[in-house]
C-alpha cells in the first residue's frame, strides 16, 4: 500500500514539475474553419483553450483545441482534442469519436481505447 502511494505522489509530483514546460510547448496548428450562417453545435461548443477538470466524473464531448488536465474516478473522451492529456482516474475510456492529436499521460487502473490516440505513457 505504500509503495502505491509514493508512486502516485511521484507521478503528481513529476506532473506538477513538468506543468509550465509542457503547457507552453505543444505547437498547435489551428485548423482553418469556414464561417457559415449557422454553425454546427460542436463548433458552438468547442473550447480554444486548456481545460483543467477535477469531478468524480468526467465526460469530455466537445472539441478541444489545447491541452486537457484531468483528475477523477471515470473519465470517458468521445471527442477530438487537439493538445497532450494527461488524466488521473480509476478508469479512463477513450470512445470510438475519441480522438486525441497529441499524447496521452495516463495514470489509471483501467484504460479502454476505441479511438485514436498518437502516443500513450501510461502507468
Not at 474553419?33 to 454546427?40: A, D, F, K, V
Not at 477530438?80 to 470512445?95: E, L
Amino acid at each position: 500500500m505504500k509503495k502505491t502511494n509514493k508512486i502516485f505522489i511521484s507521478f503528481l509530483i513529476f506532473l506538477i514539475a513538468l506543468f509550465p514546460i509542457i503547457s507552453f510547448s505543444a505547437d498547435v496548428q489551428n485548423d482553418i474553419m469556414l464561417i457559415t450562417e449557422e454553425p454546427n453545435q460542436s463548433e458552438v461548443n468547442q473550447k480554444n483553450s486548456d481545460v483543467y477538470l477535477i469531478d468524480e466524473t468526467v465526460t469530455i464531448d466537445y472539441p478541444i483545441n489545447g491541452n486537457v488536465y484531468v483528475i477523477a474516478d471515470s473519465v470517458t473522451i468521445n471527442s477530438q482534442i487537439i493538445g497532450n492529456v494527461f488524466i488521473m482516474a480509476k478508469n479512463i475510456t477513450i470512445d470510438t469519436e475519441g480522438y486525441i492529436y497529441y499524447d496521452l499521460f495516463a495514470l489509471a487502473n483501467n484504460i479502454n481505447i476505441n479511438g485514436t490516440i498518437y502516443d500513450i505513457y501510461a502507468c
